[in-house]
């Protein structure tokens, strides 16, 4: 069964600090992995989207890695800040011709920054 | 430039009723997909329409259906409405390849009485 299993489940750190998000998916077939950000009460915003051959990307304060061999994605916050208190949702897309195909998401983590 | 546009933002309906929720995707956008989120299941695939044809589809009954227009504006349909389908509505807009970022509008809140 396609699956995405992100971890932990829920994080707090403080402002400032680093952190990094796990992802562990069993999608087949691969065509993308993408974090999304979603603040409470709105829609996730798209932070990466990254192909079987790209193993890292970045958006700003950001970083996103992939080890396709594996089958694991990691999502590093680097100085984090107040506004970064969201939930990290992480998504497979089965994929399929040029569509995006299927999209399995995984149940997120709450991240909490406390000053 | 608008984002993505979902009306209403909450509505309540009892079971056995019907609905029509609505998406407005971004200009220039052709693919617009919806999604079902709730706390116990998360974010769940519903289908996505591209150039007013369903291209993928989720894992949802038939009772839930929608259709795309030619302006690219979408429609999602959930009849024989079920307590369990309480649940926020969100629609996404992309140019539509497979690598394309989508983008979310706020969604609608359903809740079944």
């Known amino acids: 069964k396609n699956q995405v299993e992100q971890s932990p489940q829920s994080l707090i750190i403080l402002e400032g600090k680093n952190c990094t998000l796990q992802c562990n998916y069993t999608v087949s077939p691969f065509s993308n992995l993408r974090w999304y950000k979603q603040d409470t009460g709105r829609g996730p915003v798209s932070l990466t989207i990254?192909?079987?051959?790209?193993n890292t990307k970045s958006n700003g304060r950001y970083t996103a890695t992939l080890d396709a061999d594996t089958k694991q994605s990691s999502l590093h916050i680097t100085a984090s800040q107040l506004s970064d208190s969201a939930s990290y949702i992480c998504v497979v897309s089965e994929g399929g011709g040029g569509s995006q195909g299927n999209l399995i998401f995984g149940k997120g983590t709450k991240l909490s920054v406390k000053p | 430039k608008a984002g993505v546009t979902q009306t209403p933002r909450y509505l309540i309906k009892t079971r056995g009723q019907q609905v029509t929720l609505s998406c407005s995707p971004i200009?220039?956008?052709?693919?617009v997909s919806w999604y079902q989120q709730t706390p116990g299941q998360g974010l769940q695939f519903l289908f996505e329409y591209f150039s007013e044809t369903q291209r993928n589809k989720g894992n949802f009954p038939g009772r839930f259906s929608g259709r795309q227009f030619s302006n690219s504006r979408s429609e999602m349909n959930v009849s024989t409405l079920e307590l369990g389908d309480s649940a926020l509505y969100l629609c996404?807009?992309?140019?539509?390849?497979?690598?394309?970022?989508?983008?979310f509008g706020d969604g609608t809140r359903l809740s079944i009485l």
């Open positions: 200009s220039g956008h052709r693919s």
């Open positions: 990254m192909t079987f051959s790209e």
């Open positions: 996404a807009s992309s140019f539509g390849g497979y690598n394309q970022p989508q983008h």
